[in-house]
């Protein structure tokens, strides 16, 4: 898998200690060393709530646009505070000038939230917003759904693709040529984060979540989304694609090694 490696790698970063004082600057100097990090609040804009409604299942979006002549290649996705601040990294494989994400998470109290964009250039930019949460501790919550049941459903994907994503953009040539369109992807999957208790038991049920979803488009890359215990149980992931499109193919790996695929073929623009 192509991004295994970093998926490993990322594995370390994801288990920083939580400190509300000095997570992100934490967080930033293991991901990005002493590289500058500039202000992106004029590239992305993030769409979370003031406070979530279920803690164990926010929509975190946002919308990332490159400056003039760059495109996007890598957003990360931080939620502060989080037992895995790194919540969710989108790798693309084919750099876009316009990017789309919505993801269903677990905020597991107050926390600031971070979007990083990194363009084909090498250049990082951040944007933040704070979320509040209404206390049910999200990461250690109990299952939605009965362990053993969901055993027989997980990997199980459901793919929609909608209307048209707006483009942040003046230039209505550009949003015109862009004609970018939402895909849902939804995964049948418990996300266990190591932290909930068997209600029956009382032992800790162990880790397993979605670690990798690979998303092709034509036969070829598009994007590699990679995951942690902050993604949901039975997740919706949804991003943009171009309206050129005509067939989406999306495989899932999670943590103990099981493999899904699932494929739709789409009518384009």
Not at 114 to 133: M, R, S, Y
Not at 143 to 166: F, I, K, R
Request: glycine content about 8%; hydrophobic content about 40%; aromatic content about 6%.
């Amino acid at each position: 898998m192509k991004h295994r490696i970093f998926s490993t790698a990322l594995a370390c970063i994801l288990a920083l200690p939580a400190i509300a004082s000095d997570a992100w600057d934490s967080v930033k100097s293991e991901l990005y060393g002493d590289r500058v990090v500039h202000d992106g609040s004029h590239l992305i804009a993030i769409d979370a709530p003031y406070r979530t409604r279920n803690d164990s299942r926010t929509q975190i979006a946002a919308q990332i646009v490159a400056p003039r002549g760059l495109r996007v290649g890598k957003v990360t996705v931080i939620l502060d505070d989080n037992p895995m601040p790194v919540s969710a990294v989108f790798a693309l494989d084919d750099p876009q000038a316009s990017f789309y994400f919505d993801v269903t998470m677990r905020v597991n109290g107050p926390t600031p939230l971070h979007v990083v964009a990194e363009t084909t250039d090498g250049q990082l930019f951040v944007a933040e917003t704070f979320v509040k949460t209404s206390g049910q501790g999200a990461c250690a919550a109990p299952p939605g759904s009965d362990p053993v049941a969901a055993l027989a459903t997980l990997g199980n994907m459901t793919l929609e693709v909608g209307g048209t994503v707006p483009v942040m953009s003046a230039d209505a040539l550009a949003n015109l040529e862009a004609r970018l369109r939402k895909l849902d992807v939804d995964i049948q999957h418990p996300s266990h984060s190591g932290m909930q208790m068997d209600q029956i038991s009382l032992l800790f049920i162990p880790l397993r979540y979605v670690e990798t979803v690979e998303i092709d488009l034509d036969g070829g890359g598009y994007v590699d989304v990679t995951g942690s215990i902050s993604v949901s149980e039975n997740p919706r992931i949804s991003l943009s694609v171009p309206g050129s499109a005509q067939s989406v193919d999306v495989t899932m790996t999670d943590t103990d090694g099981t493999v899904s695929h699932a494929h739709k073929r789409i009518a384009g623009f």
